[in-house]
């Protein structure tokens, strides 16, 4: 049986808004060692249950005045992996719900909805093999 493409498979990552970004990546740095770029951080993992399909959820830090969330009025943005961008995107448009597909970055596609409480939903489908994969 071929299982229906179109599915979240994970959160690809937590982003959010602060006042002092200088400050709140010093103390992700400093608090819990992690590598901070400007943007913030990425974890490397494998699938439990494939180990050869690596994956990666980020850590994402942005300055309080982005405009990156917009429309939504929130200071924070949820970042789903879905195995077929262009199945859940028809399938989100059946339903009535707008989604703005962006053109490829290297490491994937992506498009953009605001979900319930108008909070801003990025999905995105994972470029293989991870252009950012060491």
């Known amino acids: 049986m071929t299982q ?7 959160i690809g990552g937590v982003f959010f808004k602060t006042a002092d970004k200088s400050k709140t990546l010093d103390w992700f740095r400093t ?5 901070m770029e400007d943007w913030g951080t990425v974890f490397r993992w494998r699938e439990r249950d494939e180990p050869d399909t690596k994956g990666n959820t980020v850590l994402g830090v942005f300055a ?3 405009t990156y969330f917009d429309p ?9 992996r879905v195995d077929d961008l262009d199945a859940i995107v028809a399938h989100l448009r059946a339903q009535g719900i707008p989604v703005e597909v962006h053109p490829p970055y290297p490491n994937g596609r992506f498009a953009h909805l605001v979900g319930p409480e108008n909070v801003k939903i990025e999905l995105w489908q994972q470029a ?4 950012y994969d060491p």
């Open 31 to 35: 608090h819990f060692g992690l590598a």
């Open 64 to 66: 309080a005045d982005s």
């Open 72 to 80: 939504s009025p929130h200071p924070f943005m949820l970042n789903f």
């Open 4 to 10: 229906q493409k179109g599915k979240v498979t994970g």
């Open 128 to 131: 293989v093999p991870d252009p």
